[in-house]
């Protein structure tokens, strides 16, 4: 039986440190840090590495009035990304504030904990000094599990939680601690779109599986949920997002909850694939998504979803008509054509999204852009003579321009020289930046 990595996952009530604790463990500022209670709402996970061992730790929202369900809709949902951070870890940080013991929310908590039968580790925070260290009994009463007093902003007693952590991980199972591809960077796809697009039942077929709730009712998804393909040895992450309502409709509720993930999802992702319902065709919203995309250099597949409603074959070249006009400033996007409920060319997504990935990492080498150069320089019209093309990034493309002369710079000489980096070279679905330099 293949070995997989432990999860760890940190849970509590709202500001007791736990994105403070998150980021000291993992090293680096994954997760935001705030005094108000209740900044974080999204979980975040990395990988912690400690004496040649490394597990992935999950951040969690904090849980806040357990008793209520039902009144407040986003609560709700914070509590339930928490529960399934805790069914998916193996072991629990149980974090509590030393400064005001333990409070009935640290004991209802405690109940759940017991419930579930999890392996239990409580750490409390703000253990400042030595004494607050020693002066932990108070808070060894919601449990009988192993007490930890640490201090997240100070760092105080860090290596000793790591210890523990990892002598209680031995305990539960036999777990593969080499991290060998933690620290791997995988490519991210965002899956984004309207409501009721059929984004979540195209994220269930790219992996031939149902992970995410799948409804007829427009807004279903809530969360982004996250699974990985591969390719052969390639692999990526295919995040699902909520469906963005127009900026009217989204309000201060899960909305626009769900509009601010959306868009955090775009800018954490390599790729972003805009799903159409193919019956209703291209909205004002759509070209907002794909512009975002394209300003923040994301790389784009346009999906027409749902083609086995269409009757007839003029009706999809109508749509192949219309992304022509509306996206005539993105003429390098691949339009993808599918059925996410008959899975018809749903494999084509994945061969395209691995295609404009791999595009995406294009160079171009010094010699080849020389000739560019030359070439371009013989056909001027209008524009400066150019005096060097240098590629100075990819993932995504960046070149910068020097140039000759008195002409002034126009903004259509840099599209055409984009046009024509485009025609000589290999950058399909992905936005390329062009910086010029005096």
Known sequence: MQKRTATVAIVG????????????LVGKRSAIEADIAGTTRDRVCDSVFWNKKSFDLIDTAGLADLKNTGKDELVDLIKDDVFEAMELADLVLFMTDYTESATDLDRQIAGLFRRAKKPVIIVVNKCDNLKRLEDIDNHKRLGNWPVVGVS????????????????????????DYTGQNLNREIPKMAIVGRPNAGKSTLFNALFGGQKAIVSSVPGTTRDAKQTTIGRGS???????T??????????????????????????????????????????ALD?????????????????????????????????????????????YVPLIFVSAVSGESVKVTIKQAFEVLNSRKTLVSEAELVELRDLLNKNLGQMPELRSI????????????????????HFSHTRFIE????????????????????
């Open 242 to 283: 909520a469906g963005v309502q127009r900026s009217k409709k989204s309000g201060r509720g899960v909305e626009k909850f769900s509009l601010i993930r959306t868009v955090k999802a775009i800018l954490d992702s390599d790729i972003v694939a805009l799903i159409v319902d193919a019956t209703e065709g291209i909205t």
């Open 390 to 409: 240098l590629q100075t990034g990819s993932n995504p493309p960046e070149f910068s321009l020097t140039f000759k002369g008195p002409k002034k710079w």
């Open 13 to 24: 009530r709202p500001n007791v440190g736990k994105s403070s604790l998150f980021n000291r």
């Open 419 to 438: 046009n024509r980096l485009r025609d000589n070279f290999d950058f399909r679905g992905t936005p390329i930046a062009i910086k010029i330099k005096d």
């Open 234 to 240: 390639e692999q990526m992450i295919i995040t699902d």
């Open 287 to 331: 070209k907002k998504l794909a512009g975002y995309a394209s300003d923040n250099c994301r790389s784009l597949l346009l999906v027409f979803n749902k083609i086995d409603l269409l009757k007839t074959e003029n009706e999809k070249n109508n749509l192949i008509n219309q992304a022509q006009v509306e996206f005539n400033y993105l003429p």
């Open 152 to 175: 997240a902003t100070l760092k105080k007693n860090l290596g000793d939680l790591l210890d523990i952590i990892l002598k209680e991980l031995k305990k539960i199972g036999n777990f």
